[in-house]
């Protein structure tokens, strides 16, 4: 168990792309011992496989390591051991809402960061498309991520 005092879930669906890109993003750039990250699935297709190869050479390419990466399905333990929980689209907040004590637990959208979403709030799924889509899901988590970091570390969240 990490002794931070703020523990960050990302949640997608399959915990292949999206999340764990999240993950891997915010674990790297994050310098602050208060802070862990993990990410999840709502969906458990996927428990224990590493992270799509799309969404690893993405990674790959932005100099981020995704090999310790394994899918983990988003149970409501899980759930509870964190203190902030965000989800990649608004389909994922919804299943999450019905699974968490809003009372103790912070659920958000991760795009709500991302100060250029012009009013978007999801993080398109690229796993049916190109390596264009992955590429282009790289660069919103990443953006996002950076104001989730902001916001955490000026205490705004």
Known sequence: MSSASRRILFVCTGNICRSP????????????DRFSFAS?????????????????AV??????????HRAQH???????HHD????????HLQILRGQVDHGSI???LLRSFDPGSGGQHD?????YGQDPGFVECFDT???????????LQSGGL
């Open 106 to 108: 912070r659920l958000e």
């Open 59 to 68: 990674l790959s390419d932005h100099g981020f390591d995704p090999s310790r």
């Open 141 to 151: 988590v990443h953006t996002s991520v950076r104001g989730l970091l902001e916001a």
């Open 123 to 127: 993080i398109a799924d690229p796993y």
């Open 21 to 32: 890109i999240a993950d891997v993003i915010a674990s790297t750039l994050n310098d602050d």
């Open 84 to 91: 902030i929980i965000l989800g990649l689209d608004r389909k």
């Open 74 to 80: 988003a149970t409501k333990a899980l759930l509870e």
């Open 40 to 56: 999840a699935g709502t969906a458990s297709w996927h428990v224990g496989e590493p992270m799509d190869p799309r969404a690893a």
